[in-house]
């Protein structure tokens, strides 16, 4: 994907469709290491009606020095 500043790449590593994808995030030309991705979605019902329930999770950042 690319925006007017700059592209993200990234690669599934994993696809259980239909309840997880987990793919890694990377902007290119960046000197920090690629993150990861996942995506869960669960059937629910939500006021009779059916729907899914969504659970994002974005990890892989680090941790920064204290005091920054």
């Known amino acids: ?4 500043d700059g592209c993200f790449e990234g690669r599934f ?14 902007m290119q030309g960046d000197v ?3 993150t990861m ?3 869960r979605a669960e059937p ?3 006021d009779g009606q059916p729907a899914t329930a969504l659970e994002l999770e974005h ?4 941790v920064a020095p204290i005091g920054t």
């Open 1 to 4: 994907m690319c925006w007017p």
């Open 13 to 26: 590593v994993q696809c259980e469709l239909p309840s997880v994808a987990r793919f890694s995030w990377r």
């Open 32 to 34: 920090l290491p690629e």
């Open 37 to 39: 991705v996942v995506i």
């Open 44 to 46: 629910i019902e939500r």
């Open 59 to 62: 990890y892989g950042f680090g």
